[in-house]
């Protein structure tokens, strides 16, 4: 299964934006994660909740998790269980077996996910991880990542634990709704095939998702793993 043969039939790609307030100015769509079982670039299976309530419980918990994960002194220790240095994703073409690939969305926000690929960056460089040297490069221009980093400079909810003792386990309450995501996909996906495919086909179907869904197990444990050695 490839990437161009079932372009036409993808999942439709928006859903209202939540009211969080701090979300006010996201734009209408939410990005939509990549399935993480899935290696190559070119294939856009998503993976969303349906339950508007569920949406804005996970959006809830990013926020949570980046707060105490930029807050922690161990930053660059999470960011390298979750998605690895950058000499690991460099030497694994971006695709790392271990870790999530960093061009699959972990984040339903595009904000979070903004400021986690800038957080990313910062620990790549060695650099110290404040929200002021996040707002710093982000930019003055990003208004809505602007607003996030001072609810996470001054959490009004959730605030970070003493040593970053909480990041383990809020990581892996991110990781695990990934995860969790990639299977509402791969439902799609398979009804897709039920509806368009021959039924020659379906087996092969079948089985390039079940291929899918064991790298993903593989992956989540290797992740999971690491998170619980923090």
């Known amino acids: ?60 918990a990013e926020l949570d998790f980046l707060t105490s994960l930029i807050w922690s002194p161990a930053t660059a220790a999470a960011i390298h269980a979750l998605v690895g240095d950058h000499q690991h994703r460099d030497s694994t073409g971006g695709y790392p077996a271990d870790r999530i690939p960093m061009n699959h969305p972990l984040f339903l926000s595009p904000i979070h996910g903004r400021i986690f690929r800038t957080v990313v960056e910062l620990v790549d460089e060695g650099a110290p991880v404040t929200p002021q040297i996040l707002m710093t490069r982000i930019g003055t221009t990003d208004r809505a990542a602007r607003q996030t980093l001072i609810t996470i400079a001054a959490p009004t909810g959730h605030g970070p634990l003493p040593g970053g003792s909480d990041v383990p386990y809020l990581s892996r309450g991110i990781v695990d709704a990934y995860y969790r995501r990639g299977y509402t996909a791969l439902l799609a996906r398979m009804q897709i095939a039920l509806e368009d495919a021959d039924t020659d086909d379906l087996a092969g179907h079948w089985t390039t998702l079940t291929n899918h869904q064991q790298a993903a197990e593989r992956r989540r444990f290797a992740v999971t793993d690491a998170l619980a050695k923090l």
């Open 1 to 60: 299964m490839t990437g161009t043969d079932h372009d036409a039939h993808q999942p439709a790609d928006t859903v209202p934006a939540t009211t969080n307030e701090e979300d006010d100015d996201m734009t209408a769509t939410l990005e939509h994660p990549a399935l993480e079982t899935v290696h190559d670039a070119t294939d856009t299976l998503v993976g969303l909740p349906t339950d508007l309530d569920d949406i804005d419980a996970q959006i809830h």
